[in-house]
């Protein structure tokens, strides 16, 4: 069964770092592309990472450039997304969806979805 979980959501002060994982089941990472999406109260579900092969190009959302860095261990079988000088604008719902390369910003596109991990930015 393909299975898709987030992990890693906490509350953290503005400025702080968290680290999100995705662990994936029932598929091989390396042919398929995992993307990052979150979503916000009252928003529309935002694509801001996604990774496909090993070699392939890696997708940031501009507001997010320069502050979180995405990731894969093939062995675990896992996705990363490490978050640095984290806003109180990056509060939301953060999921990771799987979907066929290459990468792509566009939710429609993912067809395998995890149930969401929530991160707080506040002091």
């Known amino acids: 069964q393909v299975h898709l979980a987030e992990s890693g959501g906490d509350l953290v002060q503005p400025g702080g770092s968290l680290r999100l994982s995705c662990a994936a089941s029932?598929?091989?990472?390396?042919?398929?592309?995992i993307g990052w999406f979150r979503q916000a109260p009252g928003q529309e579900r935002e694509g801001i990472s996604c990774?496909?092969?090993?070699?392939?190009?890696?997708f940031y959302e501009e507001s997010v450039k320069g502050r979180f860095t995405i990731s894969r261990d093939n062995f675990k079988n896992t996705v990363y997304l490490q978050m640095n000088s984290l806003k109180p604008e990056d509060t939301a719902v953060y999921y990771c969806?799987?979907?066929?390369?290459?990468?792509?910003?566009?939710?429609?596109?993912?067809?395998?979805w995890g149930q969401g991990t929530q991160v707080t930015v506040s002091s």
């Open positions: 990774i496909s092969t090993s070699d392939g190009p890696i």
């Open positions: 029932g598929f091989t990472l390396d042919y398929f592309a």
């Open positions: 969806a799987m979907g066929p390369i290459p990468c792509s910003n566009r939710a429609g596109k993912y067809n395998i």
